[in-house]
């Protein structure tokens, strides 16, 4: 039974969304890992066992076990809530890439907020429904110091001369999953990027749990001149993560 606490009134909780690849979970460590962070961040009086436990738990139902679907872990003083949907990415998404804007809104690379998946993220989920009313697939949040941060849900990589370059954690985002995981097996620089510089870049894609790695085809006024080095990140993702067990 959910029971309205500072998570429900505050937004003072967290929460973790897996992917599930025929009821195996990806990077099922490094989410329970962040999302251990930040519970000790919150003071909150979960351990990561109990959460496991649920997980466990909602993984056995069989709606879970089919096809792509995507787990969410949400956790508060009072609730521990597990649920599943259907993952919403299809395979013309990535063929397409995506359209993408500039959200008139700023991250705010000075609040601890920023670097944790908190439920106090309205302005990301208000801005990605208010840009695909426009037919925009994602928003794109710049500092307050004008700095190319992160997308509303997404981290956000450009490529020069097939080298990947991706915002340091300090322009104020979340340390995605997907995104220590590009960072680690390929060579990423990690760059301060301006509006103004985009232009410079062949390629943009963007990436969190569930779509993995998506291709940008436009950038607000920009449209890149290509996305084949996306595309293949992203097929290469998709052959080398099947999954994993709890």
Same mark, same amino acid.
């Given at each position: 039974m959910f029971t309205p606490d500072d998570g429900y009134y505050f937004g003072l909780g967290a929460f973790e969304t897996i992917a599930l690849e025929e009821g195996r979970p990806q990077f099922l460590r490094e989410h329970l890992q962040r999302l251990e962070t930040a519970l000790k961040f919150f003071s909150l009086p979960v351990s990561v066992e109990q959460i496991r436990e649920a997980v466990e738990e909602a993984l056995s139902r069989q709606e879970a076990r089919q096809g792509r679907r995507a787990l969410k872990v949400a956790v508060s003083r009072e609730n521990l809530l597990v649920t599943t949907r259907e993952n919403p990415y299809c395979r013309e998404d990535y063929l397409q890439g995506f359209d993408t804007d500039y959200s008139a809104i700023r991250r705010n690379e000075t609040s601890p907020f920023s670097y944790h998946k908190t439920l106090n993220c309205g302005d990301g989920i208000w801005e990605k429904r208010r840009a695909a009313a426009a037919?925009?697939?994602?928003?794109?949040? @710049?500092?307050?110091?004008?700095?190319?941060? +992160?997308?509303? /849900?997404?981290?956000?990589?450009?490529?020069?001369?097939?080298?990947?370059? /991706?915002?340091?954690?300090?322009?104020? &985002? @979340?340390?995605?999953?997907?995104?220590? =995981?590009?960072?680690?097996? =390929? +060579?990423? #620089?990690?760059?301060?990027? @301006?509006? +103004?510089?985009?232009?410079? =870049? #062949? +390629? &943009?894609?963007? /990436?969190?749990?569930?779509?993995?790695? &998506?291709?940008?085809?436009? @950038?607000g006024q920009h449209t890149f001149s290509g996305m084949e080095r996306g595309l293949a990140l992203a097929r290469m993702f998709f052959d080398s993560h099947p999954g994993e067990e709890v």
């Open positions: 037919g925009i697939r994602e928003p794109i949040f @710049l500092n307050t110091r004008g700095q190319i941060a +992160e997308g509303a /849900t997404t981290n956000v990589f450009f490529i020069r001369e097939g080298r990947l370059v /991706t915002p340091p954690l300090s322009c104020g &985002m @979340l340390p995605g999953i997907l995104r220590a =995981y590009l960072c680690r097996i =390929y +060579e990423t #620089e990690e760059k301060i990027v @301006l509006p +103004e510089e985009v232009a410079e =870049y #062949e +390629e &943009m894609f963007v /990436t969190n749990s569930l779509l993995g790695i &998506m291709p940008v085809r436009r @950038l």
